[in-house]
T-cell receptor, first 110, second 115 residues
Framework: SQQGEEDPQALSIQEGENATMNCSYK?????LQWYRQNSGRGLVHLIL?????REKHSGRLRVTLDTSKKSSSLLITASRAADTASYFC??????????FGPGTSLSVIP | DVKVTQSSRYLVKRTGEKVFLECVQD?????MFWYRQDPGLGLRLIYF???????EKGDIPEGYSVSREKKERFSLILESASTNQTSMYLC?????FGQGGTEAFFGQGTRLTVV
């Protein structure tokens, strides 16, 4: 069964708009990470938030974590066409397993 | 820079062949992982290892085995390749770091086609 589930599965927005993706998970975690993957390319780590953190920023990225709801959100502000990619959340459990969700496909239209 | 290197970017194998996918990391990471990625299913964990000669099954270990004889190398073995194992295979590594941990680093992936 999937530990992380992203929502929505696909998202299409205009350049300049904000994009929000959500991730829910099932078991307790040590940290939660977000990755992006361009079509046909490898995974790129974006940001990591630890279980005792509630919010983290990195450039145009903002990540929140609500451990009581077992959910996280990734906000990309002022989106660009180059942000078009698939975005995955990954949770690292206390057993050191890193489990990925199925991903959100983001299309940013110029 | 951390490097996680997978031995092949593309492989084509015949049904029934024994297939070895190799992964090497140069960051002295304890943890190493093998995933497969399929459209609409995202990443699924096959096996992982948290130390030399140690291994643990992930979500979909059937039809696969692994070998970790050295800390830097983690091999994924398809004992008898089948067409439903056609997929993108990704290797990753990370430190063991108690509460919090660190991010995982990924290789570029091996696209395996079984014909």
């Amino acid at each position: 069964s999937q530990q992380g589930e992203e929502d929505p599965q696909a998202l299409s927005i205009q350049e300049g708009e904000n994009a929000t993706m959500n991730c829910s998970y099932k078991t307790s975690i040590n940290n939660l990470q977000w990755y992006r993957q361009n079509s046909g390319r490898g995974l790129v780590h974006l940001i990591l938030i630890r279980s005792n953190e509630r919010e983290k920023h990195s450039g145009r990225l903002r990540v929140t974590l609500d451990t009581s709801k077992k959910s996280s959100s990734l906000l990309i502000t002022a989106s660009r066409a180059a942000d078009t990619a698939s975005y995955f959340c990954a949770t690292k459990t206390s057993y050191d397993k890193v489990i990925f969700g199925p991903g959100t496909s983001l299309s940013v239209i110029p | 820079d951390v490097k996680v290197t997978q031995s092949s970017r593309y492989l084509v194998k015949r049904t029934g062949e024994k297939v070895f996918l190799e992964c090497v990391q140069d960051m002295d990471h304890e943890n190493m992982f093998w995933y497969r990625q399929d459209p609409g299913l995202g990443l699924r964990l096959i096996y992982f290892s948290y130390d030399v000669k140690m291994k643990e099954k992930g979500d979909i270990p059937e039809g696969y085995s692994v070998s970790r004889e050295k800390k830097e190398r983690f091999s994924l073995i398809l004992e008898s390749a089948s067409t439903n194992q056609t997929s993108m295979y990704l290797c990753a590594s990370s430190f063991i770091f108690g509460q919090g941990g660190t991010e995982a680093f990924f290789g570029q992936g091996t696209r395996l086609t079984v014909v």
